[in-house]
């Protein structure tokens, strides 16, 4: 749980995976945002199949409930417009990131690649425990 949505003096989510990944998603400039997006889209257009793969494993993963939650929590709190590629970008970097475990390498960077571009970190906490 990121520490942005804890209580004050909380410390159970210090320096997780997840907290950077709430900070730093909510701290994104609208620069970042807009190359986002370019890239989501992208990726989208050139590897469609590929990605809906990624999502499918990441959701047997983590089974449909929490990845329902885990997507819908971290869309929500990014801000960004319902099915805007920057929303689907971050919904799945947030599923990628809590199954990264259980996610061949290639299915975790499909789907954290297009937020990775503004928070670089993403690609190798793939293989963090």
Do not use: C
Request: hydrophobic share 40%.
């Amino acid at each position: 749980m990121s520490r942005a949505f804890t209580k004050e003096d909380d410390d159970r989510a210090s320096g997780s995976v997840v907290d950077r990944f709430y900070q730093g998603v909510l701290g994104l400039s609208d620069p970042a945002r807009n190359l986002i997006a370019r890239r989501q889209q992208e990726a989208w257009l050139q590897r469609r199949a590929e990605i809906e793969d990624a999502r499918h494993a990441a959701q047997q993963a983590l089974g449909e409930g929490s990845y329902r939650e885990i997507f819908d929590s971290a869309t929500q709190r990014s801000g960004d417009a319902v099915n805007s590629p920057t929303w689907w970008a971050v919904g799945d970097a947030a599923v990628g990131l809590a199954s990264r475990r259980r996610l061949e390498p290639g299915r975790y960077a499909l789907l954290v690649s297009p937020l990775s571009v503004a928070l670089p970190w993403l690609k190798d906490a793939g293989s963090q425990t």
